[in-house]
């Protein structure tokens, strides 16, 4: 067991790691989270002195063993989560009360998940606390002299800075008034004239979703709407009864509806209007599509159609 700041912020990334090659819609996305930022918040700690992450006893066992003075058969244990993140809030001006809300709240939910029969994560999803995860680690990050890229890696940095570089607080402003404002004209027209403009925009999200647009409803007229965005992240390959399945996480960065003319095209309007956080767009391929493959009943026409290429090559020499 160790204290230490560097192994802890190693321990961290891997945990971030291993966050993201799980696809947002996973609970062990947010599982993974969890454990990276409790672990980069007592890497901060232990930034000033590993003796912060000791749980106070009156052998003092516990202290010996943070400053490597006590017994390696000795037990000894550190202080709870939510003392550990209450700590970084008074020590650290770059960690603020909203950075310590939003951490706690994901760790509790992650209590949650682990200790009750709960599906605590499912109702729980990325748009509700990626954002101030991103947030609260960049903070932590700040105090350990580190930054984004050298926690998540330069791609994933990427996305979480996009994310953060807008106020959210003239982004929410500004969103609510486009989508009352939106709202309020589209109600103006007669229901018939918008049953058709709902029906005609679900049936072009459906077209819109086989060019990789993502459909969400509309927060103004409840439209079928799409959203689009980065891929970020790997691919996610799986075999399902006899189809591959590529799933890919990507953060959405523009939407657009059809029915009412609303439409945002940046993340943190996005957020704003409810429609942020990753989600994963998923592609079925055959297998003859996926690796490149001839399917049999094909071989003699492509036979056909190599020997007359080469015949064609013959006759131009």
């Not at 400053?67 to 209450?86: C, D, F, M, P």
């Not at 992650?110 to 748009?127: C, I, M, S, V, W």
Request: aromatic share 8%; glycine share 6%; proline share 5%.
């Amino acid at each position: 067991m160790s204290w230490e700041r560097d192994p802890l912020l190693a321990k961290s990334r891997l945990f971030f790691e291993q966050a993201f090659d799980e696809t947002p819609d996973d609970p062990k996305f947010c599982l993974w989270c969890s454990f990276g930022v409790e672990v980069l918040a007592r890497a901060a700690l232990a930034s000033i002195s590993p003796t912060l992450l000791a749980e106070p006893d009156k052998e003092h066992r516990n202290l010996l063993y943070a400053l490597n003075r006590g017994s390696e058969r000795a037990a000894r244990k550190s202080i709870g989560t939510a003392q550990v993140l209450a700590l970084c809030n008074e020590l650290f001006p770059e960690f603020t009360k909203d950075d310590l809300t939003a951490t706690l709240a994901l760790v509790n939910r992650r209590n949650e998940e682990l200790h009750t029969g709960d599906a605590a994560f499912d109702a729980y999803p990325p748009k509700l606390w990626l954002r101030g995860f991103y947030q609260s680690c960049k903070a932590l990050a700040s105090v350990l002299g580190e930054n984004l890229d050298t926690l998540f890696g330069s791609e994933q940095a990427s996305v979480a800075e996009e994310m953060l570089a807008e106020n959210r607080n003239d982004a929410n402003q500004r969103v609510q008034k486009r989508i009352a404002s939106h709202r309020s004209v589209f109600e103006t027209k007669a229901p018939e004239e918008q049953d058709n403009a709902k029906r005609e925009a679900e049936e072009r999200a459906k077209a819109l979703a086989y060019e990789r647009h993502h459909r969400v409803p509309c927060p103004a007229c409840g439209a079928v709407a799409t959203v689009q965005g980065n891929a970020c992240g790997k691919e996610h390959v799986t075999d399902e009864g006899g189809d591959i399945v590529v799933r890919q996480t990507v953060s959405p960065t523009n939407f657009a509806c059809l029915a009412c003319g609303l439409k945002f095209d940046r993340y943190a309007e996005l957020e704003a209007a409810g429609l942020g956080g990753y989600y994963t767009r998923r592609t079925t391929y055959s297998p003859e599509e996926y690796y490149g493959l001839i399917h049999p009943d094909d071989i003699p026409s492509h036979v056909e159609e190599y020997l007359a290429s080469r015949m064609e090559e013959y006759d131009n020499e």
